[in-house]
């Protein structure tokens, strides 16, 4: 049952902090997003990957936030320095667009790293 | 921007009910997917709908799409304790990713 993970689960660490939330996505899938969710601003798009390349990160902070695919099989977000509003759940998700269509068919979620920043 | 409204926010029922909850879309959009996502938990896929019009059926839950492919709406059936959770719903404007609702966070009591 293939699924996709995130490391930690939890995570509470103090504002200046460096944080960095790790994601393996289905393999085999092409595409890996990172979403924040809060209760005031509901589950939004930080930013996502197709073939390792960023396509997208327009609703990322630049100046704190950060995110990579080293490989194929992970991708990493970072918030340095964190802030307390930062703090919410972070959840990866991973897809797959295939060739010669119109685009992604469905993605997969993670169980999401819950991140507090005091 | 595509935004997408959900409605309503908040719902408590108890079991054995039925109940509508409706996503609006701002603009058209070329698929719909709705999820539902329990605490602690990412959300989890129930449907995807590409064409207007269309009705989908999971065990109790219907999915209705509008013929304009600007709403749609999820209908429970006899509603169980299991059914609580928060229901997203996601559209895609031939785009090469999902935007997502603010939700409807369902209570059903035993």
Known sequence: DARVTQTPRDKVTEMGQEVTMRCQPILGHNTVFWYRQTMMQGLELLAYFRNRAPLDDSGMPKDRFSAEMPDATLATLKIQPSEPRDSAVYFCASGLVRDGTSGLETQYFGPGTRLLVL | ?110
């Open chain 2, 1 to 110: 921007t595509q935004l997408l409204e959900q409605s309503p926010q908040f719902l408590s029922i108890q079991e054995g009910e039925n109940l509508t909850v409706y996503c609006n879309s701002s603009s058209v959009f070329s698929s719909l997917q709705w999820y539902r996502q329990e605490p602690g938990e990412g959300p989890v896929l129930l449907v995807t709908v590409v064409t207007g019009g269309e009705v989908k059926k999971l065990k109790r839950l219907t999915f209705q799409f509008g013929d304009a492919r600007k709403d749609s709406s999820l209908h429970i059936t006899a509603a169980q304790p299991g059914d609580t959770g928060l229901y997203l719903c996601a559209c895609n404007n031939y785009g090469q990713n999902f935007v997502f609702g603010p939700g409807t966070r369902l209570s059903v009591l035993p």
